[in-house]
């Protein structure tokens, strides 16, 4: 069972219909209970970081999702769960997050007029290294972003793909042990995201 | 590098997907689930589906339709039609759609959007607008927004629409206009450039959509960062992958590979 954990970021049905579309068996929930029993967590969310840290600390959950990274269950973060994972977000005014990856996120600044923030649609993410839940996904291949902000990994051995937009190049996948992350959505990215959810439901967290 | 999106559009009446010209004469194509498949596994890189009768009917938009589609279909898609409340916006967005799009709605009640930005966030909030050319001074940009598909004008100017629409948080603007649509004789190139080279959101050309040349005009002349197209596709005449293959030659950022 995959625990998708709910933090009132966002819409989550179609993380829950991409995971049903493949077979694998799924639960969305906020119960601190539900996510220490699950093989595996999606930490998935849309929204602003400030906001999502308020929830999940009035909800309890962060402890409960530190604990699910620290037992070595695989354990996945998509798009602003991803974000809330880095150590600190410049995002409204600034915001001490979780900090299990080391490194901040930062707002994308381009005097380029013709360069929209957000970025909002597919593009190609370089593979740094190899990463198990990538398996038989070809590198440089297209997954679909909605972001403004983006990680700025400071440790190159935590990066696992990278994308370039308005100007910088910036952690789009990272990985640490049993706990991989992405700023795209797989659950948006048609085939090649639902081989990655595939290949994460089927991983068992080493690399 | 950020691809160029191709949206096919989904005009839905009576469960029925339409086609007509400048909102008149619709004639059915087909289902619009299969619909969606075929084109979502043939290469389009969203989908964007109408209700088109449910404003007039006074109905709430198609749920059922938007949680099928979501089950099959696993790349962005937007719903809109029939939007008529908050709630209507998260029951659309509940049943698995990406984003919801307003038109009428946000012109007469324009609080909502900013609201739903704030709720649910400006990335869900899409401002679908039907902008006529006028040579009337009232309107600097030379647009009228006209609303309930071309049946009333707003007297509102169309750049500065959007600018205020920008300013209350939606999160992309679709540029439908009135004159080009469903001529497939091209994009509105002028409105779309106006429009899109001066909000810092994403904007969509829409009407007009008949050759893939109109495509490479819309995102090298227009500044468009996507473009629906419809008849050139429901006929049969081209497939997305064609429309792509000319995207690519001609330069255009494009997703070559799904």
Redesign the interface.
């Given at each position: 069972m995959i625990a998708i954990v709910d933090y009132k970021a966002?819409?989550l049905?179609?993380v829950r219909?991409?995971l049903?579309?493949i077979g694998v068996a799924c639960e969305v929930t906020n119960d601190p209970e539900r996510i220490e029993s699950a093989d595996r967590v999606i930490f998935p969310g849309?929204?602003a970081a400030a906001e999502a840290m308020r929830n999940l600390q009035e909800l309890k959950l962060l402890d409960p999702l530190k604990d699910a990274v620290a037992s070595g269950r695989p354990f996945l973060g998509i798009c602003l769960g991803t974000q809330v994972i880095f150590e600190h977000s410049e995002e409204d005014g600034g915001v001490d997050c979780i900090g299990l990856v080391p490194g901040a996120v930062k707002r994308f600044v381009t005097s380029d007029?013709?360069c929209?923030?957000?970025?909002?649609?597919?593009?190609?993410v370089e593979f740094a290294r190899e990463h198990p839940v990538f398996e038989g996904i070809?590198n440089k291949?297209?997954f679909?972003?909605?972001h403004s902000y983006y990680p700025d990994s400071s440790d190159a051995a935590y990066v696992v793909g990278e994308t370039?937009?308005a100007g910088v190049r910036f952690a789009s996948a990272v990985g640490m042990n049993n706990l991989v992350a992405t700023q795209f959505h797989p659950?948006?990215?048609?085939?090649?995201?639902?081989r990655l959810l595939e290949n994460f439901s089927k991983w068992d967290g080493r690399c | 590098m950020l691809s160029k999106r191709i949206i096919p559009c989904l005009d839905v009446r009576n469960k029925k997907v339409t086609k007509g010209v400048k909102f008149q004469n619709n004639v059915e194509l087909g289902d619009p689930i299969e619909m969606a498949v075929a084109y979502s596994d043939g290469g389009c890189d969203e989908l964007v589906f109408y209700d088109i009768t449910a404003s007039a009917e006074r109905r709430p938009i198609d749920i059922d339709m938007v949680r099928d589609v979501a089950r099959v279909v696993h790349i962005p898609f937007a719903v809109g039609g029939g939007i008529e409340t908050l709630d209507d916006m998260y029951r659309v967005l509940l049943a698995g759609a990406e984003k919801v799009s307003v038109n009428s709605l946000a012109v007469k009640n324009p609080g909502i959007i900013a609201e739903g930005a704030k709720i649910f966030g400006s990335q869900c909030i899409v401002l679908g607008m039907d902008p006529v050319k006028t040579a009337d001074p009232r309107f600097p940009s030379g647009y009228e927004i006209t609303i309930r598909g071309f049946r009333e004008r707003t007297g509102m100017d169309a750049l500065e629409w959007a600018k205020k629409a920008e300013d209350l948080g939606v999160g992309e603007i679709v540029v439908n206009s009135v004159d080009a649509d469903g001529t497939r004789d091209g994009f509105e190139l002028n409105l779309t450039r106006k429009i899109s080279t001066n909000v810092h959101i994403p904007v969509v050309a829409s009407g007009g959509a008949g050759t893939p040349q109109h495509l490479i005009d819309v995102f090298n002349k227009g500044a468009a960062d996507a473009a629906i197209i419809a008849s050139m596709i429901h006929t049969g005449e081209y497939t997305i992958k064609q429309i792509k293959d000319e995207l690519v030659k001609a330069g255009v950022p494009t997703r070559e590979k799904w």
């Amino acid at each position: 069972m995959i625990a998708i954990v709910d933090y009132k970021a966002g819409n989550l049905t179609s993380v829950r219909l991409a995971l049903e579309h493949i077979g694998v068996a799924c639960e969305v929930t906020n119960d601190p209970e539900r996510i220490e029993s699950a093989d595996r967590v999606i930490f998935p969310g849309v929204g602003a970081a400030a906001e999502a840290m308020r929830n999940l600390q009035e909800l309890k959950l962060l402890d409960p999702l530190k604990d699910a990274v620290a037992s070595g269950r695989p354990f996945l973060g998509i798009c602003l769960g991803t974000q809330v994972i880095f150590e600190h977000s410049e995002e409204d005014g600034g915001v001490d997050c979780i900090g299990l990856v080391p490194g901040a996120v930062k707002r994308f600044v381009t005097s380029d007029q013709s360069c929209k923030i957000p970025q909002m649609g597919w593009n190609t993410v370089e593979f740094a290294r190899e990463h198990p839940v990538f398996e038989g996904i070809e590198n440089k291949s297209e997954f679909y972003f909605v972001h403004s902000y983006y990680p700025d990994s400071s440790d190159a051995a935590y990066v696992v793909g990278e994308t370039e937009y308005a100007g910088v190049r910036f952690a789009s996948a990272v990985g640490m042990n049993n706990l991989v992350a992405t700023q795209f959505h797989p659950e948006r990215s048609g085939r090649i995201g639902l081989r990655l959810l595939e290949n994460f439901s089927k991983w068992d967290g080493r690399c | 590098m950020l691809s160029k999106r191709i949206i096919p559009c989904l005009d839905v009446r009576n469960k029925k997907v339409t086609k007509g010209v400048k909102f008149q004469n619709n004639v059915e194509l087909g289902d619009p689930i299969e619909m969606a498949v075929a084109y979502s596994d043939g290469g389009c890189d969203e989908l964007v589906f109408y209700d088109i009768t449910a404003s007039a009917e006074r109905r709430p938009i198609d749920i059922d339709m938007v949680r099928d589609v979501a089950r099959v279909v696993h790349i962005p898609f937007a719903v809109g039609g029939g939007i008529e409340t908050l709630d209507d916006m998260y029951r659309v967005l509940l049943a698995g759609a990406e984003k919801v799009s307003v038109n009428s709605l946000a012109v007469k009640n324009p609080g909502i959007i900013a609201e739903g930005a704030k709720i649910f966030g400006s990335q869900c909030i899409v401002l679908g607008m039907d902008p006529v050319k006028t040579a009337d001074p009232r309107f600097p940009s030379g647009y009228e927004i006209t609303i309930r598909g071309f049946r009333e004008r707003t007297g509102m100017d169309a750049l500065e629409w959007a600018k205020k629409a920008e300013d209350l948080g939606v999160g992309e603007i679709v540029v439908n206009s009135v004159d080009a649509d469903g001529t497939r004789d091209g994009f509105e190139l002028n409105l779309t450039r106006k429009i899109s080279t001066n909000v810092h959101i994403p904007v969509v050309a829409s009407g007009g959509a008949g050759t893939p040349q109109h495509l490479i005009d819309v995102f090298n002349k227009g500044a468009a960062d996507a473009a629906i197209i419809a008849s050139m596709i429901h006929t049969g005449e081209y497939t997305i992958k064609q429309i792509k293959d000319e995207l690519v030659k001609a330069g255009v950022p494009t997703r070559e590979k799904w």
